[in-house]
């Protein structure tokens, strides 16, 4: 099948936080990654003073656990999508297009944005739509109920005002 | 004498980075599976005319809460609730909500969204997190001393917020969650 059930691929999901719980001790997350990811790259540049910073310290540049998960995600999207007959590459997906255009860079840098507040929020608020959306509500934290609400309030606003505002 | 077996396994090193792809591969799987790896399924659910990605999420939560609490519950794990205040997850998580909007993808969706072959995902947005996280990190000790704390609640969960035990509060939180998505397939969500 191309594409399951919504519940199917959720119940997955959750059936998959249990197993990281039990075998790993943790639950799932990307955001940190990332954060750890450009700790690497800054360190290629500026050296291991890098890991004088402050935030560095408490998230040290290496690769851990969740590092592998999220290289995971790439792999176990990329088999799934060629399994199923899916995987293309894609300049421009479907509805930007239909919306702004097919313009690469006009979608590159709105990509590239969109990206840098992401990862920026990300880190202020202490997860994503991952740590927080999914394992921190089914941990009840209410940390995490509070910021996965903002997360869809800033998006429906976000995405709203630009597919109203901004339409070709 | 089952939590000593556990405890050695998560001191492997090696073997934890081979789970943590594994269950990454996992993970990556699933969400291509559901759909939401794609940008029009996402900005479909912030526009408000597809509610897939909610659907996968709170099937998610309610299928992982019971799940987690029972291993809890039974000594074969331990939770670990995000700390945070709300001088962190209000703004941030608005700033975060301002970014997903824009590019229409999540940290994690974005990683499956290259895997599939978006090459927005592969060569704007991945560059820009990167850029977005080192940002946040350089101005970390000033955004710390200035807001970070504001408002803190600590690790607190719903159950500990009503002093009671968590089996009091996930049957009424699952019963929510099922009743929403039940009631969002009858009303054609």
Redesign the interface.
Known sequence: ?D??S???????????????????????G??T???R???M??RLFRGDKVLD????RKFVPE???????????????????VL?G???????????MAAFGGS?PV?????????????????????????????????????????????????????????RYFLK | MMRTMPGSLYENRKLQLVIGFAAGFLFGFLLQKGGVTRYDVIIGQLLLKDFTVVKVMLSAVVTGMIGVHLLRSLGLAALHPKSGSFGSVIPGGLIFGAGFGLLGYCPGTLAGAAGQGSLDALLGGIAGVLIGTAAFAQLFPKLDRAILGKGDFGEMTLPQLFKVNPWRVIPGVAFAIVALLVWMEKSGF
Do not use: N
């Not at chain 1, 919504?6 to 799932?28: C, E, K, M, Q």
């Open positions: 099948m594409r399951w919504p519940y199917a691929a959720g119940i997955g999901i959750g059936i998959l936080s249990w197993v990281t719980f039990l075998l790993s001790d943790r639950a799932l990307c955001s990654a990332f954060s990811t450009s700790g790259i800054e910073k402050p935030y560095y690769i851990d656990w969740e590092w592998m998960l999220v290289l995971g995600m790439f792999f176990g999207a990329l088999a799934s999508s199923s899916q995987f293309q590459f894609q300049w421009v997906p479907e509805r930007w690469f979608r590159w840098l709105a990509s590239l944005a969109g990206g840098f507040l992401l990862g920026f929020g990300a880190r202020w608020a202490g997860g994503c739509t991952s740590g927080h959306g999914i394992s921190g509500t089914l941990q009840l934290a209410i940390s995490s109920w509070v910021a996965t609400l903002c997360f869809f309030i800033g998006g429906v606003a976000t995405a709203g005002l630009i597919f």
